[in-house]
């Protein structure tokens, strides 16, 4: 079995985002350079404290990927702290995420690349809640897996791009290892403490990209958590290796697909996420049993 180490240390600067003060946004990956992380096209660490007042945000629409959303610090209301939203978008869907009242909240957004075939599939909406996440938890590590499998535990998530998403709690100097096709391509974002991989150590704030192993096969990772622990956010999945066209909240194969996506958008044909058929949302809140 092939061992993974780390490849490229990210170093990711905040910045105000667009929801105006109180919002604190983060882009792990930004989006300029698919072919290196592909099937991930962006992910945003957004942290919220906002006071409540006038509306901030909106509905918008989404086409051509699948949104990935884990909420590390939920608000009890429409984000629930440890679940996972996934919203495939396929060939258009419009959601809303507006705020009025005073919210404190971070979640980590992915977007995840559709396979060429799914790309324009029907919208779906999958959650699962935190108390159907399996969950390995002993008295020093607690792993969730939230996407694909980790320490014999498998979730129920339903892909249509393989990937993996565990997230690991780490208590001082816990050794556990995670294996993955080598084919993955694949990064950890540490959120508490720090992390070493073989030698090389990743801290808060930080992200840690895999190596890319030539051989095909299986491969794995052990990481060791740091003097203060660790928690860290496993993100791995099978790179498409196809081309993207990527413009505002639409992705595509060509540009003539985002000129289309805009004209379907503003003609009404996009689908709003509250409006989808049961049959095309699945809930997951509690083990085994989808609500």
């Known amino acids: 079995m092939i061992q993974r180490k780390v490849e490229t240390i990210g170093i990711h600067p905040s910045h105000q985002g667009f929801l105006g003060q109180g919002h604190l946004a983060t882009a792990v990956i930004d989006g300029s350079n698919f072919e290196e992380t592909d099937p991930f096209i962006l992910l945003m660490d957004d942290n919220l404290d906002l006071p409540g007042g006038p509306p901030v945000g909106g509905p918008h629409p989404h086409a051509g990927f699948e949104t990935v959303t884990l909420v590390l610090q939920g608000n009890d209301t429409n984000f629930k702290t440890g679940s996972l939203e996934v919203m495939t978008a396929g060939r258009g869907i419009v959601h809303t995420e507006e705020i009025t009242a005073k919210t404190k909240l971070r979640i980590l957004q992915l977007w995840l690349v559709l396979p060429p075939e799914k790309r324009w599939a029907e919208p779906f909406f999958q959650q699962i809640l935190l108390g159907a996440v399996p969950t390995l938890k002993t008295a020093n590590r607690e792993v969730r897996v939230y996407s694909g499998s980790s320490q014999g535990l498998t979730s129920p998530l339903q892909n249509n791009a393989p990937f ?78 196809a081309s993207i066209v990527s413009h505002g909240p639409f992705i595509g194969d060509t540009q003539d697909d985002i000129v289309r996506l805009y004209q379907e958008y503003r003609q009404g044909k996009m689908p709003h996420l509250n409006n989808l058929a049961e049959s095309s949302k699945i809930k997951y809140g509690n083990k085994d049993r989808p609500s």
Not at 209 to 224: E, M, Y
């Open 164 to 241: 993996t998403l565990v997230d690991f709690s780490l208590e001082k100097g816990v050794e556990i290892t995670q294996e993955l096709p080598a084919s993955y391509n694949g990064f950890i974002y540490l959120i508490e403490g720090a992390v070493i991989i073989d030698e090389t150590k990743i801290e808060k704030g930080q992200s840690g990209w895999l190596d890319r192993p030539d051989q095909a096969g299986n491969s794995f990772i052990t990481f060791k958590a740091g003097d203060q622990g660790a928690r860290f956010v496993l993100y791995a999945g099978k790179p498409q290796k």
